[in-house]
């Protein structure tokens, strides 16, 4: 990938034979976390990784 990342989640490689890419970054406190595989990308995403992140997020915490 090229250019500045964007926060959030982002789900790439999801063509049949590929093996799909969970990628979830904060830009307010720079946590980025993969996950590689049908299986743990889909139980990932269903985990809601926004908002259980939020409610640990460091940088979050402090501007409030």
Do not use: Y
Not at 20 to 31: E, F, N, R, S, V
Request: hydrophobic letters at 40%; glycine letters at 10%.
């Amino acid at each position: 990938m090229t250019g500045p990342w964007l926060g959030g989640v982002t789900v790439r490689r999801t063509e049949w034979g590929q093996t799909p890419i969970a990628d979830q970054l904060c830009t307010a406190c720079g946590m980025h976390r993969r996950v590689a595989g049908r299986d743990l990308v889909r139980d990932f995403m269903k985990s809601n990784p926004i908002h259980a992140h939020r409610t640990v997020c460091i940088a979050a915490k402090g501007a409030s």
